[in-house]
């Protein structure tokens, strides 16, 4: 059975920051990404990192602010989130796909996680 099990979410405070952290297990996957779902919004990436070599990807929303890293021995996927301010406020999803078409899209990740939830206070 495939699980995302994500933790690290909680308050902060703005300029604050925040780890979010991603067990993954069942089986390994090509490529894992973060997504953030706001109230009454879609939800959108974040960020993505390839499981092999460690290329990355960013929205330019969080560019120089966070950092998407793994550590393959541990099966986990971290988000490193600094500079936070109450517009990063929403429900973070880890994702994960074995597929080798990379994406950034929500439809090219097969697994999901539960989310965390993440509020920035002014």
């Known amino acids: 059975q495939v699980q995302l099990v994500e933790s690290g979410g909680g308050l902060v405070q703005a300029g604050g920051s925040l780890r979010l952290s991603c067990v993954a297990s069942g089986r390994t996957f090509n490529f894992m990404g973060w997504f953030l779902q706001a109230p009454g919004k879609e939800r959108e990436f974040v960020a993505r990192i390839m499981w092999r070599g460690g290329t990355t990807a960013y929205a330019d929303s969080v560019k120089g602010r966070f950092t998407i890293s793994r550590d393959n021995a541990k099966n986990t996927g971290y988000l490193q989130m600094d500079s936070l301010n109450p517009e990063d406020t929403a429900n973070y999803y880890c994702?994960?796909?074995?597929?080798?078409?990379?994406?950034?899209?929500?439809?090219?990740?097969?697994?999901w996680g539960q989310g965390t939830q993440v509020t920035v206070s002014s």
């Open positions: 994702a994960a796909s074995a597929s080798w078409l990379v994406t950034t899209q929500r439809r090219g990740y097969e697994y």
